[in-house]
């Protein structure tokens, strides 16, 4: 009989990770995705100087992922891309949860009710991870494509998800990681971010006050699941010359009613 002490997915034999146990190989192969995916198209030669391996190296891993349909060449230009597969298996992250499904309609609703950008976020190792947005149509505006990471202490979707957190927890994830600095108004210090995070709780929304970005503004409130337990944040992002003080309390609390009606539907109380 199986123990149930035993983690599934794991040999028996397994004791944890050792020293050396990685696949050279599929190591280079995830780096060479991780790296087409945060960009446009990358030459060979590129690609092997930002991973610093050979040419041949990188076009056998290049082939190989080609063949699989995990990369693909724009020939005209010889440029490298994400391919469809791996796409369609980046959306099965997506597929274990319907909080986006769930969201859609409230965040194209917030878009045309304040003229600013939605975007859906979730904690992963220590970032924000954006998985949705629905843009304005302004020519100015914020711009965080699925996929991208943003840091948790200098965002709004990052400061509503750390509002969840109790005083111990949020000691605890940072007590070996400084607070980065980003612009003048970054939050910095520990201390600081708390009484941040007790604004945020009282007034239901987080506010980031071109902490990350020097003329960008975000409101951001979490989204709840049935155990109510922060599983994402809900934001408008605009720059500081439309989202003023007054319009940051205003849709701030649009963002709160629409973080709320999202956490409804997942079966929070």
């Known amino acids: 009989m199986e123990s149930g002490n035993r983690r599934r997915g794991r040999p028996k034999s397994f004791a944890g990770p050792k020293p050396g146990g990685n696949i050279q190989a599929l190591d280079r ?3 060479v995705l991780t790296a087409l995916a945060g960009g ?60 986006m499904e769930r969201s859609r309609p409230i965040m194209r609703r ?31 505006r914020a711009f965080f494509p699925p996929g991208t990471l943003s840091p948790l202490h200098a965002s709004g979707i990052g400061k509503a998800l750390l509002s969840a957190y109790e005083d111990t927890e949020l000691d605890r994830l940072f007590r070996n990681r400084p607070l980065e600095r980003f612009t003048d108004k970054t939050i910095v210090s520990l201390a600081e971010l708390h009484e941040n995070l007790r604004q945020a709780r009282q007034q239901g929304f987080a506010f980031d006050d071109e902490e990350r970005k020097t ?55």
């Open 29 to 31: 192969a995830l780096d």
């Open 40 to 99: 446009g198209g990358m030459t060979l030669s590129e690609l092997a100087a930002q991973l610093n391996q050979s040419a041949a190296t990188m076009y056998r891993v290049l082939t190989t992922l080609e063949r699989r349909a995990f990369v693909e060449m724009s020939a005209d230009r010889q440029e490298w891309y994400v391919g469809a597969e791996a796409y369609r298996l980046g959306s099965a992250f997506l597929r274990r949860t319907n909080v």
């Open 110 to 140: 917030l878009m045309q009710e304040t003229g600013e950008t939605s975007n859906l976020g979730v904690e992963r190792a220590g970032n924000v991870l954006f998985i949705s947005q629905v843009e304005t149509h302004e020519s100015i």
């Open 215 to 269: 003329g960008m503004r975000c409101v951001a409130s979490p989204v709840l699941n049935n155990h109510g337990e922060a599983v994402a944040g809900l934001s408008i992002s605009g720059p500081t010359h439309r989202l003023t003080d007054e319009h940051v309390v205003k849709f701030g609390n649009l963002v709160r009613e629409g973080a709320s009606e999202v956490s409804r539907s997942l079966g929070a109380a």
